[in-house]
């Protein structure tokens, strides 16, 4: 058996969590607060390899002898970061961007080893295909509340998976933590 080494999740989550507790990764949460504006003409990539690199850092402050797990997630269509809506509306917008369309789900990922105080951040990269959707089906999963706090304003391990039609990559990614992306990355900083 492979051994997982307990990790702190700084993450408020629920998704995480819930990846962690599916594959049987021991781990605590520690959300931190940090800001999560995006810099001017900041790249999707470098923006979430940015914002977990931020959140591990802030979370090894007050768990200094821990390793801490931080991720960030947003999706891109085209040249448009869609972060998580500001309101229905917005919500409505990016829905309707990524109707019937191809777009990338990224994943940005740290591990900070208090242990040997190195740090490491990467990059999942999945894509995702809606299904064509309607005026009445994007108002209805509006309604349901259900985009309002996620990235790109759906969630695949939810509702919004009746509109995903092809995805191309790592599911994980999607839901918010990249698995297996993570494991190799704690194994290379264990060596």
Request: glycine fraction near 4%.
């Amino acid at each position: 058996m492979i051994e997982l080494p307990k990790i702190i999740l700084a993450s408020a989550s629920p998704r995480r969590a819930e990846l962690l507790r599916t594959v049987d990764w021991p781990y605590e949460t520690f959300p931190v607060d940090i800001d999560e504006t995006r810099r001017a003409a900041e790249k999707a990539i470098d923006y979430v390899q940015r914002l977990a690199r931020e959140k591990a850092n802030a979370a090894a402050t007050f768990r200094p002898e821990s390793m801490i797990v931080a991720a960030d997630t947003t999706v891109a269509v085209d040249e448009h970061i869609l972060e998580k809506p500001t309101d229905e509306s917005d919500a409505k917008r990016m829905l309707h961007l990524l109707n019937n369309r191809w777009h990338k789900v990224l994943t940005g990922v740290a591990v900070l080893d208090a242990e040997t105080r190195k740090t490491i951040v990467a990059c999942e990269e999945t894509e995702v295909k809606f299904a064509r959707m309607n005026d009445e089906e994007v108002s209805w999963y509006v309604a349901t509340g259900e985009p309002m706090d996620k990235a790109g304003a759906y969630a695949i391990q939810g509702l919004g998976v009746r509109f995903v039609k092809e995805i191309r990559g790592d599911y994980s990614n999607v839901v918010g933590l990249p698995v297996r992306l993570l494991y190799e990355l704690i194994s290379s900083l264990r060596g």
